[in-house]
């Protein structure tokens, strides 16, 4: 079982920065392929980022963030992060960390239906 733990949620205004923290917790070995996923009020879940904590941590990211957001890890923490740069009223949603044992794919790394753990969210509100 996995435990995952968001933080870093807040509001801020366009052009801002946050970076969001995924603390996992609850297994001794193992990678895992981990993701963060946004939901916006209405619409369905997006994944933006994706990172496998294992050798090479490749990352992924959705059209709509790449340039602004990076994901990156410090596997000694066990945690994962998510800078958000030059935020902007679209990006404004819940933001999830999920997680699975294994690799990502890399032609469905975004695909919610893949991910057995997941936190709870964090909100992040960006006002014009």
């Known amino acids: 079982q996995v435990q995952l733990v968001e933080s870093g949620g807040g509001s801020v205004q366009a052009g801002r920065s946050l970076r969001l923290s995924c603390a996992a917790s609850?297994?001794?070995?193992?990678?895992?392929?981990v993701v963060w996923f946004r939901q916006a009020p209405g619409k369905g879940r997006e994944g933006v980022a994706g990172?496998?904590?294992?050798?090479?941590?490749?990352?992924y990211y959705a059209d709509s963030v790449k340039g602004r957001f990076t994901i990156s890890q410090d596997n000694a923490k066990n945690t994962r992060y998510l800078q958000m740069l030059n935020l902007t009223p679209e990006d404004t949603a819940v933001y999830y960390c999920?997680?699975?044992?294994?690799?990502?794919?890399?032609?469905?790394?975004?695909?919610?239906?893949?991910?057995?753990?997941w936190g709870q969210g964090t909100q992040v509100t960006v006002s014009s």
């Open positions: 999920a997680a699975v044992f294994g690799g990502c794919n890399s032609g469905s790394w975004w695909s919610e239906r893949a991910f057995a753990y």
């Open positions: 609850g297994y001794t070995y193992g990678h895992l392929c």
């Open positions: 990172i496998y904590t294992g050798g090479g941590g490749s990352t």
